[in-house]
Every structure is written in structure tokens, then in C-alpha cells.
Nanobody
């Protein structure tokens, strides 16, 4: 039982930075892994990074490591994705999602927020 709402997307210049927010609600968030995904037009939805909410253990995709960073505001039930050195191929709809730590499938998804990187 977890709900997610993304915000913070918009237009940014190549080389710039942007921080996305994922607001979480639920009573047992410590039992969930929260992930950031993105989907460009005509492409698959790909995992960027994920965090076990209760332990702060993190995993980054190869494409994100070094430029994208997860951070957690536990008191505010918010997960941030800091994106630096943005490139035009980072343009996509960005989603946050949740899965129970006992499964490998993300079952709860936000509506997404558009990020457009201009060249």
C-alpha cells in the first residue's frame, strides 16, 4: 500500500542540472524498494536507480552512475533524483515506482514527469 507522485520536470539546457521529487505515502514504506525509471519515445522503460527505503541500500544503472544521485528525505517521505551534466538523450518521461522487497516486480507507479534537455 504505497502511492507515488512525481514532480520537478521541465526544460533544461544540455550540461545543466535538475532535481526530481517523488512523494511517497504509506504506513510500511520500509518494506519497499523505490526506483526511478525513464522512458523515451519509442524506447523501453529503463531503471535509473533504486533504493531500499528502510536501509538506504542503493543501486545505480551504468548509464546513471556518476551523473545521477538518489537522496532520501525520510521525515518528508520524499525521494529525490539529482541529475547533473544532462545530455539531449536524457530527454524522457521520468517515473518513480515501488516494489515490495520480497518481489522483483514494481507494482505501484506514479504518473510521470517530462524532462526535456535542449541542445
Amino acid at each position: 500500500q504505497v502511492q507515488l507522485v512525481e514532480s520537478g520536470g521541465g526544460l533544461v539546457q544540455a550540461g545543466g542540472s535538475m532535481r526530481l521529487s517523488c512523494a511517497l505515502s504509506g504506513r510500511t514504506l520500509g518494506n519497499y524498494v523505490i526506483g526511478w525509471f525513464r522512458q523515451a519515445p519509442g524506447k523501453e522503460r529503463d531503471l535509473i536507480a533504486a533504493i531500499r527505503w528502510g536501509t538506504t541500500a542503493t543501486h545505480y544503472a551504468d548509464s546513471a552512475e556518476g551523473r545521477f544521485t538518489l537522496s532520501r528525505d525520510k521525515a518528508g517521505n520524499t525521494l529525490y533524483l539529482q541529475m547533473n551534466s544532462l545530455k539531449s538523450d536524457d530527454t524522457a518521461v521520468y517515473y518513480c515506482a515501488a516494489r515490495h522487497f520480497t518481489t522483483n516486480q514494481y507494482t505501484n507507479w506514479g504518473q510521470g514527469t517530462q524532462v526535456t534537455v535542449s541542445s
